[in-house]
């Protein structure tokens, strides 16, 4: 099925050309850009500032939005879970996660926005559910782009922070991804400053390179799980591409580039890679250049059915989880713990599936994201 001509696919300067292309003069884009991204209307014929066969023109050209809200479901604790419908009948998932500290007037600090970037996914991580759906598509950079304004419509509120750590690797699907940044980031008041964009990846040193390479302005993160080539092997099958050593050269890289610090995940698993040896092992890799850790408790998937290494991985104890939190900050790590929230709707952060489309999903979601 051919992707239609989605309005969002474009930053400004690529809505440049395609206004030029139908013979009306640049300056448009600009007041396009400000009616959708500034204003938030929600068709064509809103934007007041065109004329009406600009408008028409519009609307015979290019196709609005993108996705379409199918369900949503909310945690206890204000976790909310998103299911948008695709074009082409595939489903995506979003989560929304309120910051437990709140404002004078008792709001969340923060909203944080966890963004899919692929139907599925590749990598086959062995303790995410998103690797049972493999990769199905890419999604288009409106679809990214949708995730956000749909949820911020349906909200009614800003959304403070974005993470891509939703379905897929960000980094297989950089040029889209960097193009939502590019309309996030956009204005001088943009939906989100890039400061607050975070991209995490299961460590694609290409894409990691790139953002080095063009000083991309937001914030990356690794997710990390093990300390030796022969366990990360084992559970992320992307490091035999990339081992400990080239992946620990690349961040290097980066850092040298952008002077930013990096964020590394690390989902505990019982017996694992939770004991002492390995957090020392972690406090050497991480020490290379100014970071900080998540510790991230692990949430069985048993509802994919894990077989081989996956069945064994099993969360480990509060006792564990304490004891190698206290073993990294003593070995001079900056830690942060994220719980974790949401678990009565099944949400989870890089954990999203679903059975079909618009049926039951599993997801888990950490409520704390540290950004
Ligand atoms: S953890 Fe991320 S990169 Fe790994 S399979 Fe899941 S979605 Fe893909």
Do not use: W
């Not at 304004?149 to 950089?174: A, H, S």
């Not at 719980?339 to 079909?356: M, P, R, T, V, Y």
Request: charged share 25%; hydrophobic share 40%.
């Amino acid at each position: 099925m051919k992707t239609p001509n989605f309005l969002k696919n474009y930053t400004l300067p690529l809505l440049r050309e395609q206004i030029r292309a139908l013979g009306e003069q640049q300056f448009r884009a600009a007041q396009i850009f400000d009616a959708v991204y500034s204003h938030k209307v929600n068709n064509f014929d809103d934007i007041a500032t065109l004329p009406k066969n600009i408008r028409v023109r519009l609307n015979e050209e290019f196709v609005f939005s993108s996705i379409r809200l199918q369900k949503v479901q909310e945690s206890a604790d204000g976790t909310k879970k998103f299911l948008f419908e695709l074009f082409d009948g595939r489903a995506i998932e979003t989560v929304l996660i309120p910051s437990e500290m709140v404002t004078e007037e008792g709001t969340p600090k923060r909203m944080t926005i966890c963004v899919s970037t692929q139907v599925g996914c590749p990598l086959n991580c062995q303790f995410c559910a998103t690797a049972s759906l493999k990769l199905k598509r890419n999604l288009a950079t409106a679809e990214i782009v949708d995730q956000l304004l749909e949820v911020q419509k349906y909200i009614g509120k800003k959304i403070t922070n974005l993470v891509f750590m939703g379905m897929g690797e960000p980094m297989l699907n950089y040029d889209n991804v960097m193009n939502a940044v590019s309309i996030f980031t956009y204005g001088e008041e943009p939906l989100l400053g890039s400061k607050r964009i975070t991209l995490s990846t299961a460590g694609v040193i290409p894409g990691i390179i790139r953002m080095a390479d063009e000083k991309s302005p937001i914030k990356l993160a690794i997710s990390l799980h093990a300390t030796t080539n022969g366990l990360r092997n084992a559970i992320m099958p992307i490091a035999r591409k990339y081992d400990l050593k080239q992946l620990g050269d690349a961040i290097e890289y980066y850092y040298r580039k952008t002077r930013r610090a990096i964020t590394y995940e690390y989902i505990l698993f019982n017996e694992i890679n939770d004991s002492e040896l390995d957090a020392k092992r972690l406090a050497k890799f991480t020490r290379r250049v100014p970071s900080k850790v998540n510790v991230i408790p692990f949430h069985d998937i048993e509802f994919t059915n894990p077989t081989g290494i996956a069945a064994d991985l099993k969360p480990a104890s509060d006792e564990k989880f304490r004891t190698f939190i206290r073993l990294l900050q003593n070995n001079d790590v900056t830690v942060m713990i994220r719980s974790s929230s949401g678990e009565d709707i099944d949400a989870a952060c890089g954990q999203l599936a679903f059975s079909n489309a618009v049926a039951d999903n599993v997801v888990q979601q950490y409520s704390e994201l540290q950004l």
